[in-house]
């Protein structure tokens, strides 16, 4: 993340005036959904680009708003979508042909592709600052009046480009980003009195974590682990596990405090990390760059990672949107690996009114659009669940779309009451979605490839029934092996099924025996002989 604010104070006004026209346009949140818009789309990863390559793929992230265009079922609705680089023409149209109802050159007409042409590691925001054409070709085709600005995460880059077009960014403001910083996060819990665990205030250097960790031991004893977070890491990659039970031996609770201290600094030589291939040397100097914490870690037998998704209006209002179940990886279960939608019954209810005591605390503070928070829940029994909150996400989070891609594809809605999700039909929905279903036996596959596979095997999402799934981050396929999906069912297990299906459709049809092929390479050459 870039935490640099937008430099000078008249800047800073500028930004919030025109934030500000954003509530004048639309005071109704029907308004805002259903109104004639110019919808200028940056998906730039405006993050620390370190920390940002330990996500394998993630040049491909820019790809995860695509569930954007799916706004274009709206007639009066226009669309640019910037990238980086070009994305695969088969990839817009596969996008294109979900929308229900809307013929598909009546909405390819109002959307605009445009593309900076560079593939380095800089965020697209700064990508597109430095190329004055791109920004007039952008400015000279919005309608000002009409149009607002939309992004994965907000910085000062994403603040300088809502200045220079002259266009509302709805986001929380590049200053607010701190509160969705772990620090940040926890200030944010403390004053909301959401239930979080214990942990330290922001430090800048090791000998500090030490103390910090010492100190924290000693107000639980009884304290088995503790999590090292970089202040911003991402889907869990910047964490690290320090286990207290060896050095428990080496002091134990009669020793003095610069005992611990001392023990706890040699012990993180051996922090368990989460990313792949991360060790101390690395880790050590990015605490002085971006600051860290230490937290005590959750046990329990029986624990999940359930979430909750808001958004702030334009006037203030807090909305729930969603609650899930969080899939976790990594050797401590710590990485983000996709959803469940929805979040069990058991306490999705209660997800709810903790993500609006956060939402009222984050619009005081200015906050807009998007917010999502993590939680660890321990089953204490007789279906009673200890809540605890973990951080913020002030950004586009992996929840995010998938969940929109239910909403804009069925036009259902969003029940407070019960937590689910209901179709026009009255039809609850549920899904499984991950950015993560990769192996190296799909290296190769090309987008059209996939195309051809989910024709063939009919792996497409069905309007007229509201099942099936929905591809995304396929731009990733070929290099990485990688690929994200949303698997929507009727019920949950119908959903897992149907991811379970895919998974294995593609292990089937990426098997390394040439004639493993001919499932579909007949029809793969008339299709791209007539297209």
Not at 173 to 184: D, R, V
Not at 320 to 325: E, K, P
Not at 352 to 362: C, E, M, P, S, T
Not at 423 to 440: E, V, W
């Amino acid at each position: 993340m870039v935490t640099v604010n937008i430099p000078e104070l008249d800047q800073a006004d500028r930004f919030r005036d025109l934030q500000l026209t954003l509530r004048d346009r639309w005071k109704t949140i029907e308004l805002f959904d259903n109104s004639d818009a110019d919808i200028l789309v940056v998906p730039s990863i405006s993050l620390d680009q370190q920390e940002l390559q330990k996500i394998e793929g993630c040049e491909h992230y820019e790809e995860r708003l695509l569930f954007s265009l799916m706004r274009l079922w709206n007639p009066r609705t226009r669309l640019i979508y910037i990238t980086s680089m070009p994305l695969h023409p088969s990839i817009i149209d596969y996008y294109l042909q979900l929308l229900p109802g809307i013929p598909f050159s009546h909405a390819r007409n109002r959307l605009l592709l445009l593309s900076t042409y560079d593939s380095s590691l800089k965020p697209l925001s700064q990508k597109i600052l430095e190329r004055p054409r791109l920004l007039e070709r952008i400015r000279q085709a919005l309608r000002l009046e009409k149009s607002f600005m939309v992004c994965y995460n907000s910085t000062w880059w994403e603040g300088k480009l809502s200045l220079k077009l002259n266009v509302p960014l709805y986001a929380a403001a590049p200053n607010l980003q701190i509160w969705g910083t772990k620090s940040g996060s926890r200030e944010i819990f403390a004053e909301s009195k959401v239930p979080l665990p214990d942990g330290s205030a922001l430090v800048w250097n090791s000998s500090d974590l030490a103390l910090s960790a010492a100190d924290l031991w000693e107000r639980q004893p009884s304290l088995e682990r503790m999590v090292v977070k970089l202040n911003e890491g991402i889907s869990g990659e910047g964490n690290a596990l320090l286990d207290l039970r060896p050095i428990a031996k080496l002091a134990p609770p009669e020793s003095s405090h610069d005992d611990r201290v001392a023990a706890i600094s040699d012990r993180f030589n051996s922090l368990r990390f989460q990313a792949k291939k991360e060790t101390w040397e690395n880790f050590n100097p990015r605490i002085s760059e971006l600051g860290a914490i230490v937290e005590a870690f959750v046990e329990g037998e029986i624990k999940r990672s359930p979430s909750v998704q808001g958004r702030i209006t334009p006037n203030g209002e807090v909305e729930i949107v969603s609650t899930h179940d969080q899939i976790l990886g990594g050797l401590d279960g710590q990485i983000y690996l996709g959803c469940r939608f929805p979040a069990d019954e058991a306490y999705r209810l209660q997800l709810q009114q903790l993500g609006i005591k956060v939402g009222k605390k984050l619009a005081e503070k200015g906050a807009l659009e998007r917010f999502g928070v993590d939680f660890i829940a321990v089953d204490k029994g007789n279906n009673d669940w200890d809540i605890q909150a973990i951080e913020i996400n002030l950004r586009k989070g992996g929840t995010t779309h998938p969940f929109m891609t239910l909403k804009l594809l069925t036009n259902g809605r969003y029940d407070l009451s019960t937590g689910l999700f209901y179709s026009q039909q009255g039809r609850p929905k549920y899904y499984i979605a991950t950015d993560n279903l990769q192996k190296d036996r799909y290296r190769g596959l090309l987008p059209n490839d996939l195309m051809d596979i989910i024709a063939h095997h009919r792996l497409h999402f069905d309007s007229g029934t509201e099942i099936g799934t929905v591809f995304h981050l396929m731009g990733c396929l070929s290099q990485f092996g990688k690929l994200g999906l949303t698997c929507i069912g009727d019920s949950p297990q119908q959903a897992e099924e149907i991811y379970n299906k895919i998974v294995k459709v593609l292990d089937e049809e990426t098997r390394t025996n040439k004639s493993d092929f001919s499932s579909f390479s007949d029809y793969a050459f008339s299709y791209n002989f007539v297209g």
